[in-house]
């Protein structure tokens, strides 16, 4: 089971994902700061995972549980079998998942505290929480890694730097508006898939260099 949430795109993050677009399309007295909202959280998010994986390259590196002997736990069979290809390879602090996603709940809560705490419970329960329980992180990177994601969020969306990033955007918006909501689509999907297919075509290229 935890194996299965891991794994699909909507438990991974794509529901988080729709909030955010719901977020942009809701009608009330507050549409521009909203939209704001969504343009720095999404900036956020791919600032955070960014910054996840230069840190696990030039921090000590920290090999996963489920990799790790010295632990003497076990862990589900189809993590050893599915996943160890990269992530033996790939320091396990701190969680990017956890990076990303508290970012995304965090800029959601900015914009609707009821929706924000619903946000973070499904990070917590359905992203953070799995990668624990299957051995892919530790308590302790996951916590740094929602604690990153969330002072990101907050930071970009401050009230003058949130105005600065947003506003270039918002005006392209409205000017190209089908190209603005083609590349929205686009990024919603990587963003929702964590870049895999960027990854996968990075790591194809790297190996046939």
């Not at 977020?23 to 959280?41: A, H, K, L, S, Y």
């Not at 956020?44 to 840190?55: P, Q, S, V």
């Not at 921090?59 to 050893?80: C, K, N, Y």
């Not at 409205?174 to 990587?190: D, H, I, M």
């Amino acid at each position: 089971m935890a194996m299965a949430i891991e794994k699909f795109y909507f438990t991974r993050g794509l529901g988080l994902i729709c909030l955010l677009w719901w977020i942009w399309f809701r009608n009330g007295p507050d549409v521009r700061r909203d939209r704001e909202i969504v343009i720095c959280t999404a900036v956020a998010t791919m600032l955070a995972l960014f910054t996840g994986r230069l840190l696990a390259h030039y921090l000590p590196f920290r090999l996963r549980p489920f990799a790790d002997p010295a632990l003497a736990l076990r862990f589900p069979a189809e993590v050893s079998t599915c996943r160890v290809p990269v992530l033996r390879s790939w320091s396990s602090f701190p969680s990017d998942h956890a990076m990303m996603w508290c970012a995304v709940a965090t800029g959601v809560y900015l914009a609707s505290r009821r929706l924000g705490i619903v946000a973070f419970v499904y990070t917590i329960a359905f992203i953070c929480f799995p990668r624990i329980y299957l051995g892919m992180h530790y308590p302790t990177d996951v916590l740094a890694g929602a604690v990153l994601g969330v002072v990101i969020c907050l930071l970009l969306n401050h009230a003058v730097i949130r105005r600065r990033l947003a506003t270039p955007v918002l005006d392209w918006s409205v000017k190209y508006q089908g190209a603005f909501y083609v590349g929205a689509f686009l990024l919603s999907f990587e963003l929702a898939s964590q870049f895999d297919e960027l990854r996968k075509l990075s790591e194809f290229l790297w190996e046939n260099a």
